[in-house]
């Protein structure tokens, strides 16, 4: 009977140790990277959409000062005054790029500030058009709004899964 639950806690302790190496992602190789860009995993599981949406965000670009690089904060406050910068330098649409890889990676993402990909987009394409709000993002016309996509639910399910499959292998 105490082998059973050493052997469980070697299994519980080699997942874990496997999922932070995943996590981690402590291999650099440009294979490896090409092998797991995050548009070429298919029918992704909770955890690994929230590391492709990491690595996502992990594309930043020199056209972008670093207070105009997008991080699971959410809105990036761009200011009118630097409006003619952020949308005619390159920034807004290197921005929207990353947008795009986040919302193909997972459509109902929502960042912390509780905007959606779809908000930011247009808060972008509307700013550079007409002008940005003072630190605030401009919503959807659209009064159908998505609540059950919440990210929280989907972090919880990925640890839940993890788990799972690290007593199911014993």
Known sequence: MEKSWSCRGLWLFCGIFML????CRTNADEAYDEK???LKNVNLSPFIQYLSI???MLNVSDKCQPEYTLTEKGWLNVTNSDANTFCNQGCANHTMDVLECIFLVKQDYKFEDKNSVQD???TITQGCIY???PNATIKLP???MRVSGQAGFGVI????SAVLMAYSHM
Do not use: K, R, W
């Open 54 to 56: 990491y690595q996502c």
């Open 20 to 23: 932070s190496l995943l996590i």
């Open 157 to 160: 399910f990925s640890v839940v």
């Open 120 to 122: 930011l987009n247009y």
């Open 36 to 38: 797991y860009h995050p």
């Open 142 to 144: 659209s009064s159908a």
């Open 131 to 133: 002008g940005f709000p």
